[in-house]
């Protein structure tokens, strides 16, 4: 892997814990700032390949290590949430500091698999304040793939009453899948990832509720989100299928919509193969969107209703 063009930095999250986020700037005076989720078992420097993209565009990168994830600094809490409120109330609290840093400027935000379903439940219950001028969700894991069997699932509710803070340890499921779940073609990232020191294989019982309730309600949630949003998906994703994606895209109510397949990619867009394409798609669908909110209004337009 290149070395990262980013610079790490600590915040402090609602409840005095800190976390880190990686910032790339941009190159010369900002004209937006970029807000990026990583997904389970992820990281900031997923983002690296938009980051460096953006910057010379006039666009800064923002991406904040999530709780509970890798490179959360305290140990204990890797692999656990007490409920996704939480996550809630950190990014709240983290775009008030970007808002505090940028003032006037708009914000994108980008969410990959299960920082795009994050996206999308607090989107759905956000004040206007933290609403964004566009969105977009890459690989959107926004529904479950499969229920469980009806004796996984009592032992699951069962373990919740009792235990929930026992973790559950995913490495002896993966073996023994028949076939590996591939996330990308590019051999040399998945080499990369299988080492990875934020790489979560142990995650407790409350907090696979946590997970299962983020994303249960992400069908529901499309409803409510009425900005400029593009959706990329993957025809070989192991998380999400092509079907439950386009159901979700048509859940969302705003004309201004788009969806993008990659039919030879995989989950991770950023890291596969057609990653120059995607790269493409995505920042002149921002610059688009960020020229049109500078182009003068006419003079007979009403004014449009401010989200922000």
Not at 46 to 52: A, F, H, S, T
Not at 283 to 292: C, D, E, P, V
Request: hydrophobic share 45%.
């Amino acid at each position: 892997m290149l070395p990262p063009t980013c610079t790490q930095h600590p915040w402090t999250a609602p409840d005095g814990a800190t976390f880190s986020y990686s910032h790339w700037p941009s190159h010369a005076e900002p004209r937006a700032v970029l807000v990026a989720i990583h997904g389970l078992s992820g990281a900031a420097l997923d983002y690296e390949p938009l980051g460096r993209q953006l910057g010379p565009l006039g666009l800064a990168t923002y991406a904040p290590e999530l709780r509970g994830q890798g490179n959360d600094p305290v140990p204990a809490r890797r692999g656990d949430l007490d409920r996704i409120e939480t996550w809630f109330a950190d990014l709240r609290a983290f775009l008030a500091i970007l808002r505090a840093q940028h003032p006037g400027l708009p914000l994108f935000y980008y969410g990959e698999s299960m920082g795009a379903a994050l996206l999308v439940r607090f989107l759905a219950q956000a004040d206007p304040l933290d609403q964004p001028a566009a969105l977009v969700l890459a690989s959107p894991v926004v529904a479950v793939q499969q229920q469980p069997p009806f004796w996984l699932n009592a032992l699951f509710r069962t373990l919740l009453i009792l235990r929930p803070g026992h973790r559950v340890d995913l490495r002896p499921l993966a073996k023994r899948d028949k076939a590996p779940r591939l996330v990308t073609r590019d051999e040399s990232h998945r080499a990369w990832f299988a080492s990875a020191p934020h790489k979560l294989d142990v995650f407790t019982v409350r907090f696979f509720k946590c997970l299962q309730d983020l994303i249960s309600g992400c069908m529901e949630a499309a409803e409510r989100l009425h900005l400029p949003i593009l959706v990329l998906y993957a025809r070989h994703d192991v998380f999400i299928s092509e079907e439950r994606v386009e159901s979700f895209f048509a859940r969302l109510p705003g004309p201004d919509k788009e969806l993008t397949l990659y039919p030879e990619s995989y989950h991770l867009l950023l890291h596969d193969h057609d990653r120059d394409e995607v790269l493409e798609r995505v920042t002149g669908w921002l610059l688009q969107k960020l020229n049109a909110r500078s182009l003068p209004r006419p003079a007979s337009a009403a004014p449009a209703k401010s989200r922000s």
